[in-house]
Structures are given as C-alpha cells and as structure tokens.
C-alpha cells in the first residue's frame, strides 16, 4: 500500500533510514546472513544500540521512556526495520508487561522494572499457558498460597518462550481455587533465578531450543511484587493480551518475504518461461498482497 507523507514524516523515514544503515551491529548482520542461530548477547545487540538512542519503546508513555510519536512515525519506523531486515525487539518486556507495569504497578515497581526493561537489563519471558491451559487459559491450576508477605507458588507452565534466558518472569496463578476462573488469578512478578524454579528445554522439529517448560516448586514470592489486586490478575491479562495481538502483525516483514519470492519466481523457470507468467501463480501472489494490505489497514487502525 502507498502511503501519502507530510515533508516532515518523509524526513523522518530519512532519519530512520539513515540511522539503521550506520548503526546496525554488522556482526549481528552477519549471523543473520548465514542463519546461524542467535544468542543472547545477538538479541540485545539491537536493543542496546536503539535504547541509546532513545528509540526503543516508541509506543510507551514519554514520562516512562516513550518517544513522543506519532502513529504515523511508529508506523514508519515499523516499516523501515523491517525493510532493513532488522532483528525483532524481544517483545517480552518492552511490548507485554511493561505496559502492564506502567499502567497497572505501584510507584515502586515502576521505577524499578521500567529502567531495567528500557535497558534490556532485564530479559523477561510469560508463564502464562500450561500442559492443561492454553487456549482455555482461565483455567490454569498453578497456585499461589499466602505465607506471611509472600506467595508459595507451585505449579507448571509450558511454551515459555526463551525463558533458558530470562532473569524475571511474568506469571499467572490462581490465588482463589473457589472462585470462578477468572476472578481467582493474580499476576506475579517472579524472579527466575529463585530456588524452586527449574526450565526444561523444549526443542522443535527443526531442532531449536526457543521455548521451555518451567517447574515451579514451592517457589517463595514476595507479594510486593504482584501487579494490581489479588485475585483480579484477569484484566492484566486482557491487557497484556490486547498489546500483543496488536504488535505480532509481521506485515512489513511479510511483504518482504513476498518480493523475496517474486524475484525467485522472474528467474525461476515454469516450462519455458518464469514461473511469475503463470497464470495460476499470479493469482496466488495477488491473494497474499491482497490479505496483507487489509491485514496492514487493520494494523494501521490498531496503531492510531
């Protein structure tokens, strides 16, 4: 889709463009190339160097670490790092429960998680789903039981992505096993290095370690670090939700794959001439653009 810019959004693509050309780590660049897998380190590379800058929390409150933009800026800079093939921010901290932080946490939790997330200090990953609760999440059975001014928390979760990394975790766990689902969960902030904590590695058909399972036995978490009020943990759940339904689009990144694909099929021959004159072809390429542009209308009116 061709997109109308004011001067000043068309000199800020330039900024964008300008600075990712001159400042993407080309050690980074080069794993990608050769689709060696990404360590830690690799992740945080990115993050690093936008975090100095300023740049990377766009869609945050300024008094938080925001930048100030427009949705049209954000949708620019979504753009341009994508085209640029650029590494995907982990969206654990910064996308997920930041924003829960900032919205839903005491005076206290803010000013010590939403530093230590802009910095990528803290690598967080989400306990969310379970062996028996994914798509019915309201139904988890991990506990937490009230001990002085902590939690004993036990339970399991599964799919936690990139957890082998995390140093903190966000969780949730029910905390009254005789209400109706939804209104006995609360959400915990838990530390991964706590005893009690063990992470399981889950490795996938194409034989990568990206997601886990995670134990948690008798794992003592202060209650300081519950977000909102026990027991209604539900509506950061929705919250959190809603941010990342919202942010895992992928459409620049798409309509890369798309040309990437077009530029094979004008070489690539079907019979005695390129596969992109097949009739049959076109037509499928044409239903994918069309599906991306309403997916990127969508986007767009998330975004603004």
């Known amino acids: 889709m061709d997109m109308e810019f004011s001067p000043e959004d068309l000199a800020f693509q330039q900024e964008v463009r300008s600075f990712i050309a001159e400042n993407y780590p080309q050690e980074l660049r080069g794993k990608q190339d050769e689709g060696e897998e990404l360590s830690k380190e690799d992740f945080l590379a990115w993050h690093k160097v936008l975090y100095n800058k300023g740049w990377v929390a766009p869609a945050w409150p300024v008094e938080y670490g925001g930048t100030g933009w427009t949705p049209t800026q954000r949708f620019i ?3 341009e790092t994508a085209r640029a093939d650029c590494i995907r921010l982990m969206p654990f901290g910064l996308a997920m429960v930041g924003p829960v932080i900032y919205t839903f946490g005491t005076p ?15 690598w967080w990953c989400q306990g969310y789903s379970e062996p028996g609760a994914g ?3 309201a139904s988890l059975r991990t506990t937490a039981v009230p001990d002085g001014d ?3 928390v036990n339970g399991q979760k599964t799919w936690t992505t ?6 903190w975790g966000f969780f ?32 996938t058909l194409g034989g990568e370690h990206e997601v886990n399972e995670v134990w948690l036995e008798d794992v003592r978490v202060p209650q300081s670090q519950r977000v909102y009020e026990e027991n209604k943990g539900w509506t950061c759940a929705k919250f959190l939700l809603a941010h990342e339904r919202t942010g895992i689009a992928g459409v620049a990144a798409s309509k890369r794959g798309v040309e990437k694909v077009k530029d094979i099929a004008r070489t690539e021959l079907d019979g005695d001439k390129p596969l992109i004159q097949n009739a049959f072809f076109k037509r499928k390429i044409a239903e994918l653009e069309i599906d991306l542009t309403a997916l990127e209308f969508t986007e767009l009116r998330s975004l603004a």
């Open 150 to 152: 902590d939690y004993i």
């Open 77 to 79: 800079f979504s753009e």
């Open 172 to 203: 949730l766990v029910r905390t009254d096993k005789d209400a109706k689902q939804q209104e006995g969960i609360s959400f915990l902030l838990i530390n991964m290095k706590s005893p009690g904590i063990t992470v399981r590695p889950i490795i």
């Open 135 to 137: 798509s019915d999440l």
């Open 108 to 122: 206290e939790q803010k000013a010590y998680f939403l530093p230590r997330i802009l910095s990528g200090e803290d």
């Open 162 to 167: 990139m957890a082998q990394h995390a140093d």
